[in-house]
């Protein structure tokens, strides 16, 4: 088994440390090449399925408050129209990122699936 090398990152730009992991990277088999868009659509992937997961909590949480008769006309109006914008801004940001709406939904291994 080879020993791992410990290589200091010197530049604070994502770009340079990427290069740095590319090259790491390719010379041991079984490493993940990681490059900016990797990088950054990976993030996005993490961050939107985050909000994804929030939306849907407050979704429930409105239709708990809704069957309670916590709420008023008024008030359920404002929050059906919030969500319903969420949700369009949460699928126009999937889009943007090339994501699929499975992407979304990560495997969390014994727990099951996220969403």
């Known amino acids: 088994m080879r020993a791992i090398q410990n290589q200091t990152v010197?530049?604070?730009?994502a770009g340079d440390?990427?290069?740095i992991m590319q090259t790491?990277?390719?010379s041991q088999p079984g490493r993940i090449n990681l490059g900016q868009d990797d990088v950054k659509n990976g993030?996005?992937?993490l961050v939107l399925t985050l909000v994804k997961l929030l939306h849907e909590l407050?979704?429930?949480q409105a239709i708990r408050r809704?069957?309670?008769g916590s709420l008023t006309d008024a008030e359920i109006e404002r929050l059906g129209i919030t969500?319903?914008?969420q949700a369009q801004e949460i699928e126009r940001l999937r889009v943007a990122f090339g994501l699929e709406e499975a992407d979304l939904n990560i495997d969390l291994g014994p727990l099951g699936r996220l969403l």
Request: glycine letters at 4%; zero cysteines.
């Open 17 to 19: 440390f990427a290069r």
């Open 43 to 45: 993030l996005g992937q």
């Open 83 to 85: 969500l319903m914008r």
């Open 24 to 26: 790491e990277a390719s």
């Open 10 to 13: 010197e530049s604070q730009t």
């Open 58 to 60: 407050l979704e429930r």
């Open 66 to 68: 809704m069957e309670a």
